[in-house]
């Protein structure tokens, strides 16, 4: 099978799509939303501060030497990051960003 042009290869490409579509129905498929991260579990993390703005958090952690931060939002969580070589003060500033949206996920 071959195919002349872009256009040929466009309807070819919906044909496939709606056979995909027909297939999930008839099988009762749909797609899901993608399961929320979980923390990294860290037996010996430390929990240093908490901030909070209506239903944003941000925690500023310690492990292993390096100041991070841990996101949730409607006590879901968002995210983890960890600074190496940076500071708790820049943790914590990056905890409040957070919770004010200055910073987003």
């Not at 799509?17 to 923390?39: A, C, G, H, L, V």
């Not at 600074?83 to 943790?91: D, L, N, Q, R, V």
């Amino acid at each position: 099978m071959s195919y002349n042009n872009i256009e040929d290869v466009m309807i070819k490409l919906d044909d496939i799509e709606k056979k995909i579509d027909r297939f999930m129905k008839f099988n009762n498929i749909s797609f899901t939303k993608e399961p929320d991260p979980k923390p990294i579990y860290k037996h010996n993390i430390k929990t240093l501060s908490t901030y909070v703005n209506g239903d944003l958090r941000a925690e500023t952690i310690y492990y292993k030497g390096k100041f991070g931060i841990q996101m949730f939002d409607n006590n879901e969580f968002v995210g983890e990051e960890f600074y190496k070589g940076k500071s708790e003060a820049y943790a914590e500033d990056a905890a409040e960003n957070y919770v004010l949206g200055v910073k987003t996920v």
